[in-house]
């Protein structure tokens, strides 16, 4: 059998699956592709990744390639072949693509051309096999494996609180479970055409966006690169039905809009206002932008709650009262309770950290079964974010830990970053902090305790972080101080390393980052 991705897949045939707008800027390649197309192109990649095997047999295959119809293919062909997909990020410098590839125990690469240069040498270094997308495709398909939906099928490196980022680990079931559930949820149907902007190495992209698209038979439009002017463009042409953004996005968006003539403004807003639904997520959409959107597009935005691990878990309602600053309710086949520090339930008003069960619920942390183990309770994961309900509707407090940050929809760990600045040779000791910001929900920032006589300017700190931290985790504002706020633990304070940046408005670097 088939996995049930690709047997739905051959109902679509002639059907438009994937669309690149010409010229868009760093396409791979760009135009029109069908089913058919996917299903053909990810066979013939199939039959080059298992070579002489019958089954990949749950090898990790990483593979770099800009978002477009190259990267869908190769997604399918690894799992066609067996294989377990483990996307890596764009931006990512190479030690951060180096952890990803070591940490998934990866045996081959694919990498677009673009990536030549970085990959080839990881893969030269480490003994894996490495292919270019650019090389032939074999023209004879192989007999490709029957793949089991209970078995892996990716990879998503995510930040947590301790050190580096761990790899969630999603089963074809799991993946299956979380689309189904929005499908069902949102009405997915195969009428649809989505604008597909987000980044390809995050759930909200593969699963909440492309999967969701091809699982229903849609065609999903995939910008290659995020540009307010582009994606302006395609909503006026006014032929999308659905559209998803973090917080961030829309910010952008909003601007963009503010900053137009009267008329373009007008055909802007008509092509909102013909699609059927516009959703946020990924971080909390401020009810100041939530009304900002719907003076714009006429749409009152849908917010949801969901996580790498879980995929998406709470939802305001495609039909019915949506609520500003609440997440709804849970999607279906999800099964969401609040607890207290000692696993007792609590009542309505009272908040509680969210734990979640349900077929959408990662397999596990990979090669971490300590990590796994510690992550759930009683079979519930615990997501660590608290909320409380109120009229029988979820509203998100927040983080348990002052350790994640949300920047521009990215989840980054602290530690994970002060870590690697404290391989600065200037850098005696710091501290990591996410300060609240309009545009980009937090901003991270470090407090900074400098060894040696020289200053470090803003701009030689973040071109060495920039070396080694992926761009959005590289902090954006710097403090320099005598001593770190400790408590009598000798611990960091980090609510009052946020105040001493809330009152420190200047020297702060542009966000030079796409959001997410
Ligand atoms: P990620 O695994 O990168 O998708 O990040 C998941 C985290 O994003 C969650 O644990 C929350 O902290 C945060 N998050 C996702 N959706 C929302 C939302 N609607 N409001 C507030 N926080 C959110």
Same mark, same amino acid.
């Given at each position: 059998?088939?996995?049930? #991705? =690709?047997?739905?897949?051959?109902?679509?045939?002639?059907?438009?699956?994937?669309?690149?707008?010409?010229?868009?800027?760093?396409?791979?390649?760009?135009?029109?592709?069908?089913?058919?197309?996917?299903?053909? $192109?990810?066979?013939?990649?199939?039959?080059?990744?298992?070579?002489?095997?019958?089954?990949?047999?749950?090898?990790?295959?990483?593979?770099? $390639?800009?978002? &477009?119809?190259?990267?869908?293919?190769?997604?399918?062909?690894?799992?066609?072949?067996?294989?377990?997909?483990?996307?890596?990020? $764009?931006?990512?410098?190479?030690?951060?693509?180096?952890?990803?590839?070591?940490?998934?125990?990866?045996?081959?690469?694919?990498?677009?051309?673009?990536?030549?240069?970085?990959?080839?040498?990881?893969? +030269?270094?480490?003994?894996?096999?490495?292919? #270019?997308?650019?090389? *032939?495709?074999?023209?004879?398909? /192989?007999?490709?494996?029957?793949?089991? =939906?209970?078995?892996?099928a990716l990879i998503l490196y995510?930040?947590?609180?301790?050190?580096?980022?761990?790899? /969630?680990?999603? *089963?074809?079931?799991?993946? +299956?479970?979380?689309?189904?559930?929005?499908?069902?949820?949102?009405?997915?149907?195969?009428?649809?055409?989505?604008?597909?902007?987000?980044?390809?190495?995050? =759930?909200?992209?593969?699963?909440?966006?492309?999967?969701?698209?091809?699982?229903?038979?849609?065609?999903?439009?995939?910008?290659?690169?995020?540009?307010?002017?582009?994606?302006?463009?395609? $909503? &006026?042409? &006014?032929?999308?039905?659905?559209?998803?953004? !973090?917080?961030?996005?829309?910010?952008?968006?909003?601007?963009?809009?503010?900053?137009?003539?009267?008329?373009?403004?007008?055909?802007?807003?008509?092509?909102?206002?013909?699609?059927?639904?516009?959703?946020?997520?990924?971080?909390?959409?401020?009810?100041?932008?939530?009304?900002?959107?719907?003076?714009?597009?006429?749409?009152?935005?849908?917010?949801?709650?969901?996580?790498?691990?879980? &995929?998406?878990?709470?939802?305001?309602?495609?039909?019915?009262?949506?609520?500003?600053?609440?997440?709804?309710?849970?999607?279906?086949?999800?099964?969401?309770?609040?607890?207290?520090?000692?696993t007792e339930l609590v009542p309505?008003?009272?908040?509680?950290?969210?734990?979640?069960?349900?077929?959408?619920?990662?397999?596990?942390?990979?090669?971490?079964?300590?990590?796994?183990?510690?992550?759930?309770?009683?079979?519930?994961?615990?997501?660590?974010?608290?909320?409380?309900?109120?009229?029988?509707?979820?509203?998100?407090?927040?983080?348990?830990?002052?350790?994640? =940050?949300? *920047?521009?929809?990215?989840?980054?760990?602290? @530690?994970?970053?002060?870590?690697?600045?404290?391989?600065?040779?200037?850098?005696?000791?710091?501290?990591?902090?996410? !300060?609240?910001?309009?545009?980009?929900?937090?901003?991270?920032?470090?407090?900074?305790?400098?060894?040696?006589?020289?200053?470090?300017?803003? +701009?030689?700190?973040?071109?060495?972080?920039?070396?080694? @931290?992926?761009?959005?985790?590289?902090?954006?504002?710097?403090?320099?101080?005598?001593?770190?706020?400790?408590?009598?633990?000798?611990?960091?304070?980090?609510? *009052?390393?946020?105040?001493?940046?809330?009152?420190?408005?200047?020297?702060?670097?542009?966000?030079?980052?796409?959001?997410?």
């Amino acid at each position: 059998m088939n996995l049930p #991705l =690709i047997i739905r897949a051959e109902k679509h045939n002639e059907k438009t699956a994937i669309l690149v707008p010409r010229g868009c800027a760093n396409a791979t390649t760009d135009g029109v592709f069908t089913y058919r197309d996917l299903l053909h $192109i990810s066979s013939q990649i199939a039959t080059g990744l298992i070579q002489n095997t019958e089954d990949l047999q749950e090898q990790r295959v990483a593979f770099l $390639i800009p978002p &477009g119809f190259e990267y869908v293919a190769t997604q399918w062909g690894i799992w066609r072949a067996g294989g377990i997909a483990v996307p890596l990020c $764009i931006s990512h410098p190479r030690p951060e693509l180096e952890y990803v590839i070591t940490n998934s125990g990866a045996s081959i690469i694919i990498a677009h051309p673009n990536f030549e240069g970085i990959l080839r040498s990881l893969a +030269q270094e480490h003994n894996l096999r490495f292919i #270019l997308t650019s090389e *032939t495709l074999p023209s004879n398909i /192989a007999h490709l494996p029957e793949v089991d =939906i209970t078995r892996r099928a990716l990879i998503l490196y995510t930040s947590g609180t301790t050190g580096k980022p761990k790899g /969630a680990v999603t *089963t074809h079931q799991n993946i +299956q479970a979380q689309v189904t559930s929005l499908i069902t949820a949102w009405e997915w149907t195969s009428s649809d055409r989505i604008l597909h902007i987000l980044p390809l190495h995050h =759930i909200h992209g593969i699963v909440n966006v492309l999967t969701c698209a091809l699982w229903a038979g849609a065609e999903c439009h995939i910008l290659s690169k995020f540009d307010t002017e582009t994606v302006w463009r395609r $909503i &006026g042409d &006014g032929d999308l039905t659905l559209f998803m953004a !973090v917080p961030t996005i829309y910010v952008k968006l909003i601007a963009a809009w503010e900053n137009a003539s009267k008329e373009r403004q007008k055909s802007m807003s008509e092509g909102c206002a013909k699609m059927r639904l516009m959703v946020s997520g990924s971080a909390a959409l401020s009810v100041q932008v939530l009304e900002k959107w719907q003076s714009v597009s006429g749409h009152f935005l849908l917010e949801r709650y969901g996580m790498t691990e879980i &995929g998406m878990a709470l939802s305001n309602p495609l039909h019915g009262e949506r609520l500003s600053g609440y997440v709804g309710k849970p999607l279906p086949e999800v099964e969401v309770r609040l607890v207290d520090e000692s696993t007792e339930l609590v009542p309505p008003g009272t908040p509680g950290e969210i734990q979640v069960k349900g077929p959408g619920v990662f397999l596990e942390y990979w090669q971490n079964p300590q990590a796994t183990a510690k992550a759930f309770q009683d079979g519930w994961f615990c997501t660590g974010d608290t909320a409380v309900v109120e009229n029988d509707n979820y509203r998100i407090l927040g983080r348990m830990s002052v350790d994640i =940050i949300k *920047t521009g929809g990215y989840k980054v760990s602290a @530690l994970e970053i002060e870590e690697v600045l404290r391989e600065h040779p200037d850098i005696q000791e710091c501290a990591v902090v996410g !300060v609240g910001d309009l545009e980009w929900g937090e901003r991270v920032c470090a407090a900074l305790v400098l060894q040696g006589s020289q200053p470090l300017t803003l +701009q030689a700190f973040r071109s060495w972080a920039k070396e080694r @931290l992926a761009i959005y985790k590289v902090p954006t504002q710097i403090l320099t101080v005598e001593e770190l706020p400790r408590n009598a633990m000798g611990k960091v304070i980090k609510p *009052t390393v946020v105040e001493l940046f809330a009152i420190l408005k200047h020297n702060q670097a542009d966000q030079d980052v796409r959001p997410m």
